[in-house]
């Protein structure tokens, strides 16, 4: 019985994962926000662009708009605004405000 409701409440939930799909070549594609994302969190620092992958928001903003890679040149960071462009906020059943957003996209997984 006990299964039974269980199950019950899991299906009534409706819960929805993004696909995540490698696409090769250090890519990999989100299904959910119909975006590519680079497989190397690091590459800032793997790719010998900044010693230690440590940068304020306007350098990485700068590094991300000269970014060339997989054949992409339009690379841009995730945002940590909703579809609508406000912050994310806290509230029932979004403890940490972000997961409705890219940046908590990211972390969520």
Known sequence: MF???MLLIFLMC???NAEL???????????DYNITWLADAN???TS????????SWGQAMTWADQLEYGGYDDWRLP??????GNAPINGPGNAYG??????????LQ
């Open 21 to 31: 799909i490698n696409r090769g070549g250090g890519l990999i594609y989100d299904t």
């Open 3 to 5: 299964s039974g409701v």
């Open 48 to 55: 010998n662009y900044d010693p230690d992958g440590l940068m």
């Open 79 to 84: 945002t940590a605004l909703d579809s609508e």
């Open 98 to 107: 972000w997961s409705n957003i890219e940046m908590g996209e990211s972390f």
């Open 14 to 16: 409706g819960i929805a």
């Open 43 to 45: 590459y800032a620092m």
